[in-house]
T-cell receptor
């Protein structure tokens, strides 16, 4: 079974600074997808970024980028120029390839942004 | 992205009553729907998976007779919490799978259930 681990229950960053959230996973599959979701106080889950395991290039979306280390099974999220609106719970998630249905979530990291 | 709605967004009910939560896809047909529950400051826990027109598949430890799931159409799934107890108080979130692409995963806004 796949597992996703987020070792940082809480993180804090100063506004405009950069923060990195950690995520590790365990799988025996070679084809899979990894995601970072943001859950603000409204509780609506928002997709931040996704990474296909077959791609070597790290995904980027504006201020958000990932460091995908497939051999180490590591998938960290870097938020640059942090903004107050980035404060939220962040969940790392794994999905098997081949049209797999299951999304396995990590335990989450609460990010606080200090003005 | 696709629009998913949940109704109600917040419900308070008395212990012993049943509560129905709806999850609707407003602009696409969802072949598969998932129901999660989330306790405060915790991650999402998958409860069950449902495909339109067939019985739901429940995760281990989830009572299928207590959490009734009906995937009546490609745009509607309902979760009924029967004989609710205070320990059922939680945040319930649906997720819809719109297609084969990995990014076609759409979450509802969630329903907060409080059982008194």
């Amino acid at each position: 079974a796949q597992t996703v681990t987020q070792s940082q229950p809480e993180m804090s960053v100063q506004e405009a600074e950069t923060v990195t959230l950690s995520c590790t996973y365990d799988t025996s599959e070679s084809d899979y997808y990894l995601f970072w979701y943001k859950q603000p106080p409204s509780r609506q889950m928002i997709l931040v970024i996704r990474q296909e395991a077959y791609k070597q290039q790290n995904a980027t979306e504006n201020r958000f980028s990932v460091n995908f280390q497939k051999a180490a099974k590591s998938f960290s999220l870097k938020i640059s120029d942090s903004q107050l609106g980035d404060a939220a719970m962040y969940f790392c998630a794994y999905r098997r390839g081949n049209a797999g249905n299951m999304l396995t979530f990590g335990g989450g990291t609460r990010l606080m942004v200090k003005p | 992205g696709a629009v998913v709605s949940q109704h109600p967004s917040w419900v308070i009910c008395k212990s012993g009553t049943s509560v129905k939560i709806e999850c609707r896809s407003l602009d696409f047909q969802a072949t598969t729907m998932f129901w999660y529950r989330q306790f405060p400051k915790q991650s999402l826990m998958l409860m069950a998976t449902s495909n339109e027109g067939s019985k739901a598949t429940y995760e281990q430890g989830v009572e299928k007779d207590k959490f009734l799931i009906n995937h009546a159409s490609l745009t509607l799934s309902t979760l009924t919490v029967t004989s609710a107890h205070p320990e059922d108080s939680s945040f319930y979130i649906c997720r819809l799978k719109g297609g084969l692409e990995a990014h076609e995963q759409y979450f509802g806004p969630g329903t907060r259930l409080t059982v008194t």
